[in-house]
């Protein structure tokens, strides 16, 4: 056997005996501490090793019987390339007896848009009040651009919501006002800007959602994709940093929902910022989402660059994405 | 479920607690101008006031008028003094039934609806909205009220007694007519004075002002959804006739019962 026939065979046999390339490449960047990683070679999540005594009882009544409530919880952070500008430390949040976030600790990255994922009734909304200071956390701590949101005086969480759009569920539109002045009403609060520049901003911006048409309408005489656009033209007039979207998706059929991610993905191109949607649309997220978090059981399963996370080897978050009706979420 | 029967007057009092809380913050708001900040809204719920509200008042107090009216007169004929009507109608007008009369009406028209309005918003995520647009949804939403109140609310009382009046001399002058007009003013105003309208018109101003907070709280508060809402409105309804009653009662006491002002005895 020639030297050259002799490496070939190791060669061979090395990728026989370990299924890769035995030349090492650059190790991928994997943000999971030590003990996560060994546990995960161990073939257990890393979440496993809680009591169960620790782990609130409403998050136990959803859990098969014989599992453990976080084993498909891997923590994975994986990197996504920018700051964060809004971060979630060990947050825990709970409603009397019912716990809906349970540790959460991710971060959004600046200037992409996020996706916040996850069965219903898992905490997603509360996620995004806690951004704003509408909810506080019990435990644990919500940073926007590095400013510690419970922390904050009156004064202090006013002038930071200045930074962030909302659009609500509905819209939110406020029923004694049309669709300008609801556009309008950001500007004349908080702005000195003269009428005839508030009627320039409102009408561009409406005419970007498409309701140029619908200016003097009162929101009862909108459809609901039509109060979401005038929420989302609300939401922009005053150039936020940071855009919060909470399932603009629902009660649409799926024509308007893929306009709608369109339009998201056209006013976050001309504007950009931080743009976060919460939904549980796997086609919104993958036409829209430059980040994915999954959250479950009031934590974060998985998170990460969209395209990572739809090839995730966890069975969580691949059951979801595909929306296969067998795997580890069921109906509890 | 309450668990011992201590639980209901704790849930009172807890309850109380928090209105109570909840009323001084949105007054504060008001003593310390914070609600001029938005005087635009302020206008706008006076005029809402004004336009919904005032014939309706009015149009009550005309007709617990006429019950004033009425009664006096009958009651004045039976033992004797008919030329005294006006005694029962001065103190009957002025001092309760006009009161009673606003304190009814707002809690029934103005009360129901800001807690209807308020609740509507509150679980339709507006004032989340307004919060997030950095807006204090307290001052924009409660104080605004309370000071279009205050602006516009003593002026339409004055307005509601003065119908109340006038419907007391149609009906002891005019429908009855066992005294003349001239005999009717004379004993009518002997029985009142600039004290006595002061008086009363604080009287209905604190009932308002009750009424006002009450309504806001419980649509500020409210949760649940629509059926949320409307078990708040009803709880507003509740609590808002006790108060007006309450506030009457104690007017009384304080204005006229040590000295009732009445010009009998030298």
Known sequence: ????????????????????????????????????????????????????????????????????????????????????????????KSFGRNTVLNGLN??????????????????????IKHMVGLLYPDEGDVLVHGESVPNMSDDDLFEMRKKFGVLFQDGALFGSMNVFDNTAFPLRQHTDK??????????????????????????????????????????????????????????????????????????????????????????????VADYLAVLW???????????????????????????????????? | MPTSWLDVPRD??????????????????????????FFGETLRQAGILILGSAIVIWGLAFIVGLTCGIEG?????????????????????LREAMPYAFGYMMSAKVGTGLVAEIGAMRISDEIDALEVMGISSLTFLCSTRLLAAWMVLPFMYIAAVGAGF????????????????GGFFLIFWMFQNP????????????????IVLVGCYYGYTASGGPVGVGTATAKSMVLNTVLVHLVGMLGTQIFWGTNPRAPIGG
């Not at chain 1, 998985?302 to 580890?328: D, H, I, K, M, T």
């Not at chain 2, 004290?195 to 009750?210: E, F, N, Q, R, W």
Request: one cysteine or more; glycine letters at 10%; a negative charge.
């Open chain 1, 1 to 92: 056997m020639s030297d050259e026939q002799r490496d070939d065979e190791y060669i061979d046999g090395a990728e026989a005996e370990t299924g890769a390339d035995p030349i090492p490449e650059p190790a991928a960047v994997d943000s999971r501490s030590d003990d996560a990683i060994a546990q995960e070679a161990a073939g257990r999540s890393p979440m496993t090793h809680e009591s169960p005594e620790d782990i609130p009882a409403n998050i136990h009544d959803q859990t098969r019987d014989g599992e453990h409530p976080y084993q498909w919880h891997e923590g994975v952070n994986r990197e996504h390339g920018s700051t964060d500008a809004v971060e979630f430390i060990d947050v825990k």
């Open chain 2, 12 to 37: 009172w009092m807890s309850s109380l607690g928090d209105i109570a809380k909840f009323c001084w913050r949105v007054m504060v708001e008001v003593f310390e101008g914070r609600a001029l900040h």
């Open chain 1, 194 to 287: 003269g009428e005839d520049e508030i009627a320039e901003i409102c009408n561009r911006r409406l005419r970007e959602v498409g309701l140029a048409g619908a200016v003097d309408k009162m929101p009862n005489e909108l459809s609901g994709g039509m109060r979401k656009r005038a929420g989302f033209a609300r939401a922009l007039v005053l150039d936020p940093q940071i855009v919060l979207f909470d399932e603009p998706d629902s009660g649409l059929d799926p024509v308007r929902t893929a306009l709608l991610c369109e339009l998201i993905q056209e006013v976050h191109a001309e504007n950009g910022g931080a743009y976060v949607v919460i939904t549980h649309d796997i086609m919104s997220a993958r036409r």
């Open chain 2, 195 to 210: 004290p006595d309208l002061l008086y009363s018109t604080i009287k209905g101003m604190a009932m308002a002002t009750v």
């Open chain 1, 297 to 332: 059981k009031g934590r974060i399963v998985e998170s990460g660059p969209a395209g990572e996370l739809f090839n995730s080897p966890n069975q969580f978050v691949r059951q979801f994405l595909s929306g296969e009706a067998r795997g580890p979420l069921g109906m509890e």
């Open chain 2, 166 to 181: 006038f419907a007391s001399y149609l009906a002891v002058v005019q429908q009855i007519g066992e005294v003349s007009s």
């Open chain 1, 106 to 127: 991710f971060g959004i990255p600046e200037g992409q848009i996020s996706m916040i994922i996850g069965p219903s009734g898992t905490g997603k909304s509360v996620c």
């Open chain 2, 73 to 93: 007169a009958y009651f004045n004929r039976a033992v004797g003094a008919p030329s005294y009507a006006g005694v029962f109608s001065a103190w009957c007008d």
